[in-house]
């Protein structure tokens, strides 16, 4: 069945440099995913997305990898600002094809 | 152009009372999610909305929760004689059509709901 899930529940990065999180799923019928990012006491807010056709996607200061032979993407955040730090989650569309389907989550902590 | 609106942003209840959330979702938007959070987990999908039809409810408990999607007004997830477990942080999200994947959903700030 559908699932996804975060390596690391946790990730502490220095202000400046580059963060990545990583997200593992299992169904390979999946052919898109979003990551969103949660701060603190807000919801869930739209980052990035990806296709399955395509391998890696870019926008501003952060690039999805999608590495569909091993079921892996990951979010990469260049220059990694204070203002990063919130709960990442990837997700992908549930087997229905309405809602979405949740990975547990990845906290990235900048420190200064 | 507003977001997505959730009220109240806190509610607290005792066990056995009923609890109201209410969402409205981004002007253009006649689709309407509800998922779960529960403390250091990810979001549940409960149930997906359209105006006055309920399409997949197959992620919300069967007793005691329910939810509607009036052609006027609000969304609102209802929840009776509430129990502690009940306790999380409620989040609507709406999107312009009904296809996850082509649409991006766009969440609201949630509702906490905490049950004494």
């Known amino acids: 069945g559908e699932n996804v899930g975060l390596h690391l529940p946790t990730l502490s990065v220095q202000e400046g440099d580059n963060s990545i999180i990583n997200c593992a799923y299992s169904?390979?019928?999946?052919?898109?995913f979003i990551w969103y990012k949660q701060e603190s006491g807000k919801g869930p807010q739209f980052i990035i997305d990806?296709?399955?056709?395509?391998d890696k996607r870019q926008g501003q200061r952060v690039t999805v990898l999608l590495n569909k032979t091993v079921k892996h993407l990951s979010l990469q955040i260049a220059a990694t600002q204070p203002g990063d730090s919130a709960v990442y989650f990837c997700?992908?569309?549930?087997?229905?094809?309405?809602?979405?389907?949740f990975g547990k989550g990845t906290s990235l902590l900048v420190t200064p | 152009n507003a977001g997505v609106m959730q009220n109240p942003r806190h509610l607290v209840r005792r066990r056995g009372q009923e609890a109201r959330l209410r969402c409205s979702p981004m002007?253009?938007?006649?689709?309407v999610y509800w998922y779960r959070q529960l403390p250091e987990e990810g979001l549940k999908f409960m149930v997906y909305?359209?105006?006055?039809?309920?399409?997949?409810e197959s992620g919300m408990p069967k007793e005691r929760f329910s939810a509607e999607f009036p052609k006027e007004g609000p969304s609102i997830l209802r929840i009776q004689q509430v129990v502690r477990g009940d306790s999380a942080a409620y989040f609507c999200?709406?999107?312009?059509?009904?296809?996850?994947?082509?649409?991006?959903?766009?969440f609201g700030p949630g509702t906490r709901l905490t049950v004494l």
């Open positions: 999200a709406s999107s312009p059509r009904g296809d996850a994947s082509t649409d991006t959903q766009y």
């Open positions: 169904n390979s019928a999946s052919d898109y």
């Open positions: 990806i296709r399955s056709n395509m």
């Open positions: 997700a992908d569309p549930k087997y229905s094809g309405y809602a979405l389907n």
């Open positions: 002007k253009g938007h006649s689709h």
């Open positions: 909305l359209q105006k006055e039809n309920i399409i997949d």
